[in-house]
């Protein structure tokens, strides 16, 4: 079956300590219980309400993240059973997060977005506003979320050079905060890569990448 070799191709290819999250946006149920029975366990999705579709009719030992932008009046639908939430760009959104992870009694591990990318449309934290959030005392209190990491998107470009520039700044980001000792922080994981850039983010220290249509084939955009 090709989405398994697929799967199994790339994640051969990567260091044995980064993680491949499939991303199986905008494909059916089937493709993803097709995926699942060959050993996939890990879907990333982009959208709440597909999202909550696919996790009703799936197998429920499968780990979901969330990787796109997240309102706040959604998070109470995915915090019953939410494994990671990669795109936390707001402490807004991180109080959100805690209150409804309080709700159902239990610590949701999220990421905090950090925009790299040179376009303006990309979601994201600056540098600065991560720190600052990090540093936060509001961020102290929340006793339901635990920061793991960061997560960031390079340019859509084919210069690779440019790519890699940018992965390499929000690694020595990554390091930077080391020092950020807090009950609620335990920044492990740097979620960076994409079916085009996923080679250069490895080699760059990613801990997890997010593939779709390397794994999937290209997207039906109209589903
Ligand atoms: C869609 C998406 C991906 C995967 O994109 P591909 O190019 O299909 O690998 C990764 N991360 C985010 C945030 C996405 O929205």
């Known amino acids: 079956m090709t989405i398994s070799n697929n799967f199994n191709h790339i994640k051969d290819s990567l260091p044995a300590d980064c993680r491949l999250i499939a991303v199986s946006k905008t494909h059916p149920v089937e493709v993803l219980q097709e995926a699942y029975d060959s050993g996939i366990k890990v879907f990333g999705e982009n959208?709440?309400?597909?999202?909550?579709?696919?996790y009703d009719k799936l197998p429920h030992d499968i780990e979901w993240h969330l990787i796109g932008h997240l309102q706040r009046n959604k998070v109470k639908y995915i915090a019953p059973f939410i494994s990671l939430i990669h795109s936390v760009d707001s402490l807004a959104l991180l109080k959100e997060i805690d209150k409804e992870a309080a709700k159902n009694n239990r610590v949701i591990p999220v990421l905090l977005?950090?925009?790299?990318?040179?376009?303006?449309?990309?979601?994201?934290?600056?540098f600065d506003e991560a720190t600052a959030l990090l540093h936060s005392e509001e961020l102290k209190s929340l006793q339901h979320i635990l920061i793991?990491?960061?997560?960031?998107?390079?340019?859509?470009?084919?210069?690779?050079?440019?790519?890699?520039?940018?992965?390499?700044?929000?690694?020595?980001f990554f390091d930077s905060l080391k020092g950020v000792t807090l009950p609620n922080v335990k920044l492990e994981e740097l979620s960076m890569g994409m079916s085009s850039d996923y080679k250069v983010a490895a080699e760059e220290g990613s801990t997890m990448v997010r593939i779709?249509?390397?794994?999937?084939g290209q997207r039906n955009y109209t589903i």
């Open 113 to 126: 977005q950090i925009h790299i990318a040179e376009e303006e449309t990309k979601f994201g934290l600056s």
């Open 47 to 54: 959208k709440v309400q597909e999202l909550l579709t696919k």
């Open 148 to 172: 793991k990491g960061l997560m960031g998107m390079a340019t859509n470009t084919t210069d690779e050079v440019h790519i890699k520039m940018e992965f390499r700044k929000l690694k020595q």
């Open 212 to 216: 779709g249509s390397a794994i999937f």
